[in-house]
């Protein structure tokens, strides 16, 4: 994959493996997706308890571990 990013989406995931590859926890991760949820896409802190961040992480942490 040479072209990079689609959109700013896709940007905020490899930025989340990323973290995850570097050896961040599930729970940062979860933590950065949620402030980019609630302050930079706008979605207000009332969007989601966390839950889905949580989710999107430990399913990235899954692809991780299943690439080594």
């Known amino acids: ?9 896709d940007s ?3 930025a989340a493996f990323g973290m995850l590859s570097s050896g961040k926890s599930e729970a940062e ?9 609630t302050n930079h896409i706008g979605l207000g802190p009332a ?12 399913r990235l942490a899954e692809l991780l571990n299943g690439l080594t």
């Open 1 to 9: 994959y040479s072209e990079g990013p689609a959109d700013e989406y």
């Open 12 to 14: 905020y995931l490899m």
């Open 29 to 37: 991760v979860a933590s950065f997706l949620n402030d980019i949820a």
């Open 47 to 58: 969007y989601d308890d966390g839950t889905s961040c949580q989710i999107t992480a430990h």
